[in-house]
């Protein structure tokens, strides 16, 4: 992966572990609270605007959500990379001997921001909220129980062997008992921060949570600002408007780089460039027109062009980071092969695929992959949506082609192609028998090498077989200025800031 620095990038250690082994500890928190001195506000502009703080519902996992929610709300767990977690509301995690039971024990005295405990119960409250709503996250945990023992005890039952489980877990946040819709306009956590104001697509406002277990942010103030135009939002930084932005595009970077205000960092991540192309449409129905159309495609001249400093093509479908992932055989760009192959299995030439996406940065992308295309007489619309029509109609297959980056939660396969590629999950319109039996059978081992074989049969079938195109890995440009302390970049574009102080404020 390529890494674009000003200043030496710190390696990302990536140490595989099994997860079915003994009781696992967690971490007491024992960072450096920041100290009494004020930290100032800091304004972090990320590349998705936060449209909805629920963490269980149909936004669960959108990349807005999640990062309002690592400051909102706390984990059981936080993934750390491949088979490494520490702990956040839970002190020990433990499997039974086939993993289909994960048994936590919580840390005591923690509190809710109004002062209720979070104990067991809301643990419970908050699973079941999560199956109830059947958002994407859901599709983790399909037919698990979950029961409270006791106020510092719960236990997950699957009902059947669940090695990922973990990794699953980390990306499930614990909000108070019997909420709504409307509690999130203005909602409790017992994360770092509590809200001072909200509006959604727009504005964040977060204020330190005193009573937050591991000693309140040195933060006066969090500001997360929504920019969509990424000229406005390179501008504020420089400006000193921003303070922290990420995932910025290629072509950005010389600028910031430049500037000696600014310090700019690069990490390896677990996030792939997906196009998944719907094969519950006839027109994609058949992998033989899906494979042609990847084949049409100059990936490579795109990815050296549009993403010079954060893209290195990919032979996969999971990132080199990720527990399972495993390279295959890069499909070649061959536009002659690829007409003869549409024109062998009669593909209609007259039907416009509709290609959708919501972020500004792959506006090029989209525009030069329909190009290629149309180069072999494969009619593309790009369609640019904001980000809640586009999850509504991501969900509702009201697409042909789709591009987004999908990463793995849990820096594990199974939050990948165990969530997003089985039958039951219809997410692209695919399904494929033997592609579920291996990926059930993936989290039913605790046997890593074993996972590893499996996931690698299955990536074999989702690349052959084209569900989607998957040209690129990418890497996660970061920018923060100078006055900014403490802030460390994250893989996965869901940085923390609870230790994090701003000096220039």
């Known amino acids: 992966m390529k890494l674009s620095t000003r200043r030496a990038v710190p390696a990302l250690t990536l140490t595989l572990m099994l997860l079915a082994t003994a009781a696992c500890g967690g971490s007491d928190g024992g960072d450096d609270p920041g100290g009494d001195a004020a930290g100032g506000t800091l304004t972090a502009a990320g590349p998705i605007p936060i449209e909805n703080l629920d963490p269980h519902g149909p936004s669960s996992m959108d990349a807005g959500t999640q990062l309002a929610a690592r400051a909102l709300f706390s984990q059981l767990v936080v993934s750390t990379g491949p088979g490494e977690f520490t702990g956040d509301l839970a002190t020990e995690w433990e499997p039974n001997d086939d993993t289909s039971r994960w048994t936590f024990t919580l840390r005591d005295g923690v509190e809710f921001s109004d002062g209720e405990p979070v104990d067991a119960d809301a643990v419970v409250a908050s699973f079941e909220r999560v199956l109830e709503l059947q958002g994407p996250l859901a599709g983790n945990f399909v037919d698990y129980q979950v029961e409270a023992p006791d106020e510092s005890t719960v236990v997950f039952d699957a009902g059947k062997p669940d090695a990922s489980f973990v990794a699953k877990i980390s990306s499930f946040f614990v909000t108070p008992p019997d909420v709504d819709e409307a509690f999130f306009q203005d909602p409790v956590g017992s994360g770092p921060f509590v809200v001072e104001s909200f509006e959604p697509g727009q504005t964040l406002r977060m204020t330190p949570n005193p009573t937050y277990w591991d000693g309140p942010p040195a933060l006066e103030e969090l500001v997360f600002q929504s920019i969509p135009e990424v000229s406005a939002r390179m501008t504020a930084l420089q400006t000193g408007e921003v303070d922290v932005t990420w995932a910025m595009p290629d072509d950005q970077i010389p600028a910031l780089q430049g500037d000696t205000s600014i310090t700019v960092e690069s990490v390896?991540?677990?996030?792939?460039?997906t196009m998944w192309m719907n094969s519950s449409e006839e027109?994609?129905?058949?992998?033989?027109?899906?494979?042609?159309?990847?084949?049409?495609?100059?990936?490579?001249?795109?990815?050296?062009?549009l993403f010079p400093e954060t893209g290195s093509p990919a032979d996969s479908v999971v990132s080199p980071v990720v527990l399972g992932y495993a390279p295959q055989e890069p499909v070649a760009y061959d536009p002659q092969a690829a007409k003869a192959?549409?024109?062998?299995?009669?593909?209609?030439?007259?039907?416009?695929?509709?290609?959708?996406?919501s972020q500004p940065q792959f506006r090029q992308l989209a525009q030069a992959v329909a190009s290629d295309l149309a180069e072999i007489g494969v009619q593309v619309e790009p369609l640019e949506k904001e980000q809640a029509v586009f999850l509504e109609d991501l969900l509702a297959l009201k697409w042909d082609l789709n591009i987004q980056q999908i990463g793995s939660q849990g820096y594990d396969a199974a939050t990948n192609l165990g969530r997003l590629y089985p039958c039951a999950a219809a997410r692209t319109g695919y399904c494929n028998e033997d592609l579920d039996e291996l990926l059930a059978a993936a989290e039913a081992t605790s046997d890593t090498a074993e996972r590893e074989d499996l996931y690698a049969q299955a990536t074999q079938i989702v690349w052959d077989d084209a569900v989607g195109m998957y040209p690129m890995f990418?890497?996660?440009?970061?920018?923060?200025?100078?006055?900014?302390?403490?802030?460390?970049?994250?893989?996965?574009?869901?940085?923390?800031?609870?230790?994090?102080?701003?000096?220039?404020s």
Do not use: C, H
């Open 268 to 273: 390896d991540s677990p996030g792939v460039l």
């Open 474 to 504: 990418v890497g996660m440009p970061y920018a923060w200025r100078s006055g900014v302390e403490g802030f460390v970049p994250a893989s996965d574009s869901l940085p923390y800031f609870t230790r994090v102080t701003n000096s220039e």
């Open 341 to 357: 192959a549409l024109d062998a299995a009669g593909f209609d030439y007259d039907t416009k695929l509709r290609m959708q996406f």
């Open 283 to 305: 027109t994609l129905k058949e992998a033989a027109v899906r494979r042609a159309l990847w084949q049409a495609v100059d990936f490579d001249e795109i990815t050296a062009s």
